[in-house]
């Protein structure tokens, strides 16, 4: 039987990655002295990077990223809000692929009790 191979996604640790007092680095080597085979991290621990940037943070890591995790928003109402979700998206995607990142997960968006559901459904279709 395989190892089974084990990442954590550090959601209490998201402040501190916001205010910098944790960096994606931190956060590698705590997993690693932990047992751990992965991390996950968020996208916004990646705020106001480039891919060259993330290519670099990348190269220090004591372990490689397995999933990063967004919050994108498909279902917004408004054709602007929609393309800015697209947009982030594929940014998203450029900073997964600068990390190594095997998986990035993608949320659909959120409720919006004005907008019909069969409506964002066919919005997030087309």
């Known amino acids: 039987m395989a190892k089974k191979q084990i990442s954590c996604l550090p959601v209490s640790l998201f402040q501190s990655f916001f205010d910098k007092s944790v960096t994606v ?18 996208r916004r621990c990646l705020l106001d990077m480039n891919a060259t940037q993330v290519e670099e943070i990348a190269a220090q890591l004591k372990l490689p990223v397995l999933m990063v995790t967004t919050y994108s928003d498909f279902t917004n109402p408004t054709a602007q809000g929609f393309a800015d979700a697209v947009a982030a998206a594929k940014e998203d995607l450029k900073l997964t692929a600068a990390l190594g990142a095997k998986y990035l997960r993608l949320t659909a968006g959120q409720n919006y009790p004005d907008q019909p559901e069969d409506k964002t459904i066919a919005q997030i279709c087309k």
């Open 25 to 42: 680095a931190d956060w590698a080597e705590f997993a690693a002295a932990q047992g751990l085979d992965y991390i996950d991290i968020n």
